[in-house]
């Protein structure tokens, strides 16, 4: 949130404001989805982009490791496996949404952010 309001390139941003509706692989049903931030930023050429970006450990975002198909999977591997499954829900609605209207949406991980 420092860097947003920091960088001359961002002309606002907002956190957890607008809600995208999704469609749980868990239950079947719809829910909503609230992103960690939009952003309106001037890219290089000096145009208005809006972006918006969902923040996560990069271990949610590649999903857990396959478990050999002898092995029990653990109650805390089937967690794992059904959080992923609606993260990944909740991506596709938000790629989808931001599509429609010309955003882009970015996912962020320790990684990206130099952690």
């Not at 420092?2 to 079947?28: A, H, L, R, T």
């Not at 969902?54 to 478990?67: F, I």
Request: glycine content about 4%; charged content about 30%; proline content about 7%.
């Amino acid at each position: 949130m420092k860097f947003f309001d920091q960088s001359p390139n961002i002309i606002e941003w907002q956190s957890e404001e607008v809600v995208v509706p999704y469609k749980s692989p868990k239950d079947g049903r719809y829910h909503r989805y609230f992103p960690d931030f939009v952003i309106w930023q001037r890219d290089r050429s000096g145009s208005i982009v809006t972006k918006m970006i969902e923040v996560k450990p990069l271990k949610e975002v590649v999903g857990p490791k396959p478990k050999a198909a002898s092995a029990k999977p653990s109650r805390r591997y089937i967690i794992e496996v059904v959080t992923y499954a609606i993260n990944v829900a909740k991506w596709d609605a938000a790629r989808a949404f931001c599509a429609d209207r010309k955003w882009e949406f970015v996912i962020l991980t320790e990684k990206e952010l130099g952690l």
